[in-house]
């Protein structure tokens, strides 16, 4: 990479999309051109817009980030939306980075796309070992199918496409909706709500399954690093360590202590808890980069709360 790099970001307004703008405009000026698109720029999951962005942005690199993504509830009703509309976004931005002779393109998949039942801890080599968890089939199969594509565009064409597997991700410019978001920031919107309110926060599900969450700057730097240094087609997991995996009560503490909520806690058990755990391995991750640190899980809590506390008004909600 260097002065003629002109590195495209797809879904480069989302949660992992600015967070990765956030660290390149606050990094050294390696005198790459980054340029993040919206759905705006161009709807990904029709291959007309797909080659006009590409032939208007002509990039070097790809980083692909844009899908329709949601937390346990909204995959639970969207099975069959999730799977059509990021089977074709993946595969238009694939096909066209094979058009344009784009040199190296890293997508994005997702620790919950690993089989349902499998064994402890999940590494890159499981992906396609058995069906992923009933509540979100539609999303984790097109995901796979990233994985599909990047070892026949390789077989075939010799092409660097690649992927990553982050853990669940959070922070700032997340989306905040009580529905359709990941755990924490709904945790981080019911909390402002009850402490407004004075009523009672309520978790949902009985608290008690396991993740391992990422902050989504801390995901930025590794994605940065993986687009310019990472030379392997097969995934690589971007996660935290396996005793860094907390249980979904804990992550509700850490984010009532970042919003100082002294009121009542209660659990709604009617709700769904999903998949129990995904614990992944960061062997590999490790192997290659054995110093990385990331932020203190507290740390970035409250960093993301001090976010939505100053900018409630324009979130995602
Ligand atoms: P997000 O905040 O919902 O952002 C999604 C991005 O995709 C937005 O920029 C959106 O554009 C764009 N997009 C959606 N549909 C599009 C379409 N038809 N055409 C063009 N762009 C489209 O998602 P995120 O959390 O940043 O996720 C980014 C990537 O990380 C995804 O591939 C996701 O599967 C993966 N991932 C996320 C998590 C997580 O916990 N969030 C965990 C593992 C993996 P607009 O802003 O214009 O709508
Ligand atoms: P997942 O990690 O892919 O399963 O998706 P989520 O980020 O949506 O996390 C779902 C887990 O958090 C389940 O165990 C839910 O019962 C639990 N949970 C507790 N409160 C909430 C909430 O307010 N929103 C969401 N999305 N999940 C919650």
């Not at 606050?26 to 999951?45: I, Q, R």
């Not at 396991?210 to 994605?223: C, G, N, V, W």
């Not at 995934?235 to 984010?255: Q, T, Y």
Request: hydrophobic share 40%.
């Amino acid at each position: 990479m260097g002065d003629n790099t002109v590195v495209m970001v797809t879904g480069g307004t989302g949660l992992v999309g600015s967070a990765i703008k956030y660290v390149v405009e606050n990094g050294e000026d390696p005198g790459e051109t980054w340029v993040f698109l919206s759905s705006k720029d161009a709807d990904l999951s029709d291959v007309h817009q797909t080659r006009a962005i590409f032939e208007k942005v002509r990039p070097t690199h790809v980083i692909h980030l844009a899908a329709i993504v949601g937390g346990l509830f909204k995959n639970l009703k969207y099975n069959l939306d999730f799977f059509r509309k990021n089977i074709s976004i993946n595969d238009n931005v694939l096909a066209m980075s094979h058009e344009f002779r784009v040199k190296k393109v890293v997508s994005c998949l997702s620790t919950c796309i690993f089989p349902d039942k499998t064994t402890y801890p999940i590494d890159e080599t499981m992906i396609h070992n058995g069906p992923p968890h009933n509540s979100n089939f539609g999303y984790s199969y097109a995901k796979r199918m990233i994985d599909v594509l990047n070892k026949g565009y390789n077989q075939s064409y010799g092409s660097m496409f690649t992927a990553v597997i982050p853990t669940n991700v959070f922070g700032p410019d997340d989306n905040f909706n009580l529905e359709d978001g990941h755990v924490i920031p709904g945790l981080m919107n019911k909390a402002y709500c009850a402490k407004r309110d004075g009523t009672d926060f309520t978790i949902w599900g009985s608290g008690a399954p396991l993740r391992q969450f990422i902050y989504s700057h801390d995901l930025a730097r590794l994605m940065i690093w993986v687009m310019r240094e990472y030379k392997e087609i097969d995934p690589i997991i971007l996660s935290v360590g396996e005793e860094d995996e907390v249980s979904i009560k804990d992550a509700a503490m850490s984010v009532l202590k970042a919003f100082d909520f002294k009121g009542n806690v209660v659990f709604d058990t009617t709700k769904s808890d999903g998949q129990f755990k995904k614990t992944a391995s960061n062997k590999k991750l490790r192997q290659y980069l054995p110093e990385f640190q990331f932020t203190p899980f507290h740390q970035a809590i409250q960093e993301t709360v001090d976010w939505f506390n100053a900018n409630y008004a324009t979130a995602r909600k």
